[in-house]
């Protein structure tokens, strides 16, 4: 404790406090914690002396502008509304896929499906709406009712009845039930037999269709060369009956069958590969037709058949036989739906050409054209299709049989041709192409007619 000075000593003498002078008038300074808080509620309490002047700037919590602007000046113009937002951009679309289509895709029909209860067995106009429909089983079962029943048939040969019978038959080749068909027409005998003359003038019943369907029957059950015959034999029947008939109608409604039989004729011929037997038929029939729209389908026809052959040159000749038969491209021709057919025959006709030549893309365009032309063909889509693939684009050819299919259901539907070459696409597009015929299979089970053969779908 040495040199620290005793308590008391040494220490200096405390100081007189020295006064200092008041602060200004006004209000002190506000502290950072006194901005913060929030003003107090009520009015300010009372304090003795005279009221202090008014604050030079106004509280750091008071935020109105007006209040800040100096007298009689005008008040600040109110701030402009923030610019409205635009509107959000939509989803964008879901990135295609194979088969995506047929999963959403309703299938709505261009006709109102006939009610099974609105039918009465034995009417046969609205039998016949049902067949133009493709509800063949309720045609089936409809006519099996009729001719079954005591009764409600008119008899056995009548013109009802063998119309009925007609149908019956009918139903059963479209269903692929080919055997009970050829069972029934063979119960059926001879159909010029006299029991069957029951027209009121004494002629023969049978309908053209049942003569039709029994000379078909034989190849439904791999007899090709018997078909061929009943069908050359049905041609001939007709041309006789053409020759005798006693007014222009009947002679055009004969010939009209008669080239409807020529022309199973050369189907079959072509499925026997026997092209230049075809060829023959068809020349055949372009010198007889009754009028030049019909001779350029049949001029078209031939065309195609030499490019079986692998004459070009002789498939140019037959298309522009057909060309020059059709009229010019400017004269309207539209069916009764407003599609020029023949336009896209001789477009269709163009790209074959190009096709045999190897001038793809020029293909491409010409079956473009036919399609625009003509959309509801599906010749047209089909080419079109096959078009996209030789060109590279197979996603381009599904597109447009995917259209197809699902923008005219009741047109392309039922065509066996479009879903085969659709699933042989899928084969070697889609990732999964069981789940993408899965997918089409399912959806033509819900809107094709009773007579698609779905193994066309090839699962």
């Known amino acids: 404790m040495d040199g620290a000075p005793p308590p008391g000593a040494g220490a200096p003498p405390p100081r007189e406090p020295v006064p200092v002078d008041p602060p200004p008038m006004g209000p002190p300074p506000p502290t950072a914690a006194a901005a913060a808080a929030p003003p107090p509620m009520g009015p300010p309490p009372t304090r003795a002396g005279p009221p202090p002047p008014p604050p030079a700037f106004p509280p750091p919590h008071h935020h109105d502008a007006a209040a800040s602007a100096p007298p009689h000046a005008a008040p600040a113009p109110a701030p402009a509304p923030p610019p409205a937002r635009p509107p959000a951009p939509p989803p964008p679309p879901p990135a295609w896929r194979p088969s995506a289509v047929f999963e959403r895709a309703p299938g709505a029909m261009t006709f109102t499906p006939i009610p099974p209860s609105s039918v009465r067995p034995g009417d046969l106009v609205a039998t016949h709406a049902l067949a133009r429909q493709g509800a063949w089983r309720l045609v089936l079962d409809k006519t099996k009712h009729f001719l079954l029943t005591p009764g409600s048939s008119p008899g056995a040969g ?58 078909d029957l034989p190849r439904l059950l791999g007899r090709m060369s018997e078909s061929l015959d009943a069908h050359y034999a049905l041609a001939e029947r007709c041309s006789r009956e053409a020759n005798a008939a006693a007014d222009e109608d009947e002679k055009t409604r004969w010939s009209r069958r008669r080239d409807c039989a020529l022309h199973a004729a050369v189907n079959l011929h072509l499925g026997a590969k026997d092209h230049l037997a075809a060829l023959a038929r068809l020349d055949w029939l372009a010198r007889r037709c009754a009028s030049t729209a019909e001779r350029a389908v049949v001029l078209s026809l031939a065309g195609r058949v030499h490019l079986h052959l692998g004459d070009v040159d002789g498939a140019r000749m037959c298309f522009d036989a057909a060309a020059a038969a059709a009229g010019p491209d400017d004269e309207p021709r539209d069916d009764d739906d407003g599609y020029d057919y023949t336009r896209a025959q001789r477009a269709i006709d163009a790209g074959l050409l190009a096709f045999a030549t190897k001038e793809y893309a020029t293909g491409k365009k010409h079956f473009e054209d036919a399609l625009r032309v003509s959309p509801r063909d599906p010749n047209a889509a089909n080419n079109l299709a096959v078009a996209h693939v030789y060109v590279g684009d197979l996603a381009g050819g599904v597109k447009v049989l995917e259209r197809a299919m699902t923008t005219d259901v009741t047109a392309n539907a039922q065509k066996e041709s479009l879903a085969t070459n659709l699933c042989s696409m899928y084969e070697l597009l889609a990732p999964e192409p069981v789940v993408a015929k899965r997918a089409l299979a399912g959806w033509l089970g819900r809107v094709a007619p009773d007579d698609l053969d779905l193994t066309c779908t090839r699962l």
């Not at 069957?196 to 053209?208: Q, R």
Request: proline fraction near 5%; charged fraction near 20%; hydrophobic fraction near 40%.
């Open 158 to 215: 009548s013109p009802q009845w063998l119309a009925a019978k007609t149908y019956q038959i009918a139903s059963l080749v479209k269903l692929r039930s080919h055997a009970a068909a050829s069972e029934e027409m063979r119960a059926l005998g001879d159909l010029d037999d006299p029991r069957y003359n029951t027209n009121a003038d004494g002629s023969c019943a049978t309908p053209f269709a049942l003569r039709l369907i029994r000379a």
